[in-house]
């Protein structure tokens, strides 16, 4: 009994640590995209995202995410405002990949 990770969770970890790097390469690229896409759209109030050029801190994130090559990798993570709570909630209830959740700690998000 302890905090000792088993043969098979160590085996599994190291298997994912060797893909990590391209996993979180392609989830900031996707989350740029994807943000210039929402930053763009006529429902869309506000997209809150580090990459973007109208974000409050983007001169702070573009010194501090630096990826390996000396790009910017802004995160994976970002949010987006519409007009109303009503057209929130239908947006999230038509999305497939992820469900509502209250909390960034859920492993549904």
């Not at 989830?27 to 973007?52: F, I, R, W």
């Amino acid at each position: 009994v302890g905090a000792v990770a088993s043969p098979l969770e160590c085996w599994l970890t190291l298997r994912g640590l060797r893909t990590l790097h391209l996993r979180v390469e392609r989830q900031c690229q996707t989350s740029m995209k994807l943000a210039e896409y929402l930053n763009g759209h006529k429902d869309v109030v506000k997209c809150h995202y580090p990459g973007l050029d109208s974000h409050p801190q983007h001169e702070v994130a573009k010194r501090q995410m630096i990826g390996p090559q000396n790009n910017s990798t802004y995160g994976g993570m970002l949010s987006f405002e519409v007009e109303s709570e009503s057209w929130a909630m239908a947006v999230a209830g038509a999305v497939r990949v992820i469900r509502r959740a209250t909390s960034l700690g859920g492993t549904e998000t």
